[in-house]
């Protein structure tokens, strides 16, 4: 407990999120639950677990808060004559190739001609005009009049499917509006909305209009999605095969981007620039969250943006970090701001790969190395070309034990939502994530010296180049007969077994492999 106090504390607080949002119970019911046990296990001087259960009841409190809608919500007035909406844009635009969506601040509401205040969030589903190529949609900030009904949101179409009804209600939307004619809706007020999260979005914007100009289509979706974080830009035989090679999270925002940008900015603030190091820090951790506000607030690039602003912190204050205590510490702010966020995928997937690289990683590389498995050699070469051999193994080794670590912690959860399993992800992995860290530098450096004279020209043909190779390789895998197969869902109890037996089986290489690996110098 003293050790690691937030893997108890935050699994605690999740615990109680579980029981209200699982067992579907009334809150006074799990409350009372809750509040008997902790009593019980102080009367048996527990103090520990008790604590621990009060904490599980803060836990199952704010998920009863965050779902209890206020009597004002635009919700509530679902299937009444309710003839216009008035709110404000609060949400990046996302455009698609017929539609644009976007979430409504509502305000007011107009019934049977009346005005009555109103609250809560509305996803607007805005369709492009016909024949109107040069269409925009309202901006982030801009208030507008929307003339149509209020409806729920679908259901999923089929079991297994992804599920928008379930995704909208984790952001507290329980609403739905259609626009279908340009008559529809008005802008009221025009208005860049916050100052910072407005230039996010024009920073992001730039970004991709900068790689559409300079690249292929196909390379520039690729390049503009690991710097942004999004997959929407991919075609979909692309997206298909990124699929199928489980390759996929190369697409996300995560810790990887983190560190690019923390080394980036490090070192132009502090080795050319010479601030002193507190600034410094302050400054990367405003980097990120401006960074944040650009690519959107995704469970996995939240998380690596507190672990990394927490890690920053420590350094200040002198205090040495603990990765699993960082990692814990992150999901218990994320799940305090949304408890919902706990039956997010992005967020399992997320913590569940980071939570492999931290405790299987080093069991694999444990094993691997006291079975002398190591394709490394055990002197260092003064053939520069050997050396060079030496490190693109070594790089290469690292990438396949970190491949299958973060596969053997997120396999369950993948066939449990997805219903796929990809034979070929080891080795795609290792050999498509190779480029990433130079096309995401790439999409990052081309929107600030893109326009140079032969600069732009340079880093151009070498984003085509080694997008390409990334493309060719990825299709190659993904359309490779029987590269990925169909697995059926092994259930919420077949996903907790799993990780019981590789928990289990952690535990067997630590005890038999502990003290027989061998230090290795390349």
Not at 87 to 113: K, N, P, W
Not at 182 to 189: A, D, N
Not at 404 to 432: D, E, K
């Amino acid at each position: 407990m003293l050790k690691r106090p937030l893997f108890l504390i935050s699994t605690a607080f999740s615990a109680g999120i579980l029981a209200l949002g699982t067992l579907h119970l009334p809150f006074v019911i799990v409350a009372a639950g809750l509040i008997f046990s902790a009593a019980a296990a102080t009367a048996k001087r527990r103090f520990v677990l008790s604590l621990l259960l009060v904490i599980a009841l803060v836990g199952a409190f704010r998920y009863h808060i965050h779902m209890t809608l206020p009597p004002d919500d635009v919700s509530r007035f679902i299937g009444t004559a309710v003839s216009s909406i008035q709110g404000c844009v609060i949400s990046d635009i996302d455009i698609r190739d017929d539609r644009a969506m976007y979430i409504l601040s509502v305000q007011e509401l107009t019934i049977a001609g009346r005005r009555t205040p109103a609250s809560g969030r509305l996803m607007v589903v805005h369709y492009k005009p016909t024949g109107k190529p040069d269409w925009q949609p309202p901006d982030y900030g801009n208030l507008v009049l929307i003339r149509s009904r209020l409806s729920r949101p679908p259901e999923a179409s089929n079991p297994g499917a992804f599920a928008w009804k379930d995704y909208l209600v984790r952001k507290r939307i329980h609403a739905v509006t259609y626009i279908t004619k340009p008559y529809q809706i008005q802008v009221v007020r025009q208005s860049a909305g916050n100052p910072v999260t407005a230039a996010a979005y024009m920073a992001r914007d730039r970004l991709a209009e900068t790689v559409d100009t300079a690249l292929p289509a196909d390379e520039a979706s690729v390049v503009t999605g690991m710097a942004l974080g999004t997959y929407t830009t991919l075609p979909d035989r692309l997206l298909s095969n990124f699929t199928r090679t489980g390759t996929l999270h190369l697409m996300a925002a995560s810790g990887f981007n983190c560190v690019v940008l923390v080394i980036a900015f490090n070192f132009l603030l502090a080795r050319i620039l010479k601030f002193p190091k507190k600034h410094v820090h302050v400054i990367l951790i405003g980097i990120l969250v401006f960074y944040i506000l650009m690519v959107g607030t995704k469970p996995s690039i939240v998380r690596a943006t507190l672990m990394a602003s927490l890690l920053l912190f420590g350094v200040l204050i002198n205090r040495p970090a603990d990765t699993i205590n960082l990692l814990f510490a992150a999901a218990l702010i994320i799940l305090m701001i949304n408890p919902a966020d706990i039956y997010d995928i992005g967020f399992q997937l997320s913590f569940s790969a980071v939570m492999a690289l931290v405790v299987v990683f080093p069991a694999i590389e444990m094993s691997a190395e006291a079975m002398r498995v190591n394709p490394l050699p055990a002197r260092r070469q003064a053939n520069i070309i050997i050396r060079a051999a030496a490190w693109i193994f070594r790089e290469g080794w690292q990438g396949l034990l970190t491949t299958v670590a973060a596969t053997l912690g997120t396999i369950p959860l993948i066939v449990y939502y997805f219903n796929y399993l990809s034979l070929v992800s080891f080795l795609a992995n290792v050999v498509v994530a190779a480029t990433v860290l130079p096309i995401f530098v790439i999409g990052l450096l081309l929107p600030v010296v893109g326009s140079v004279p032969l600069v732009g020209d340079i880093l151009a043909i070498a984003g085509t180049a080694i997008t390409r190779f990334s493309l060719a390789s990825i299709n190659w895998f993904g359309e490779l007969p029987n590269s990925c197969i169909y697995m059926p869902s092994p259930g919420t109890a077949g996903v907790i077994g799993y990780y019981i037996l590789l928990a289990a089986g952690l535990w067997y290489v630590r005890s038999k492999f502990k003290g027989k690996t061998r230090a290795h110098t390349p």
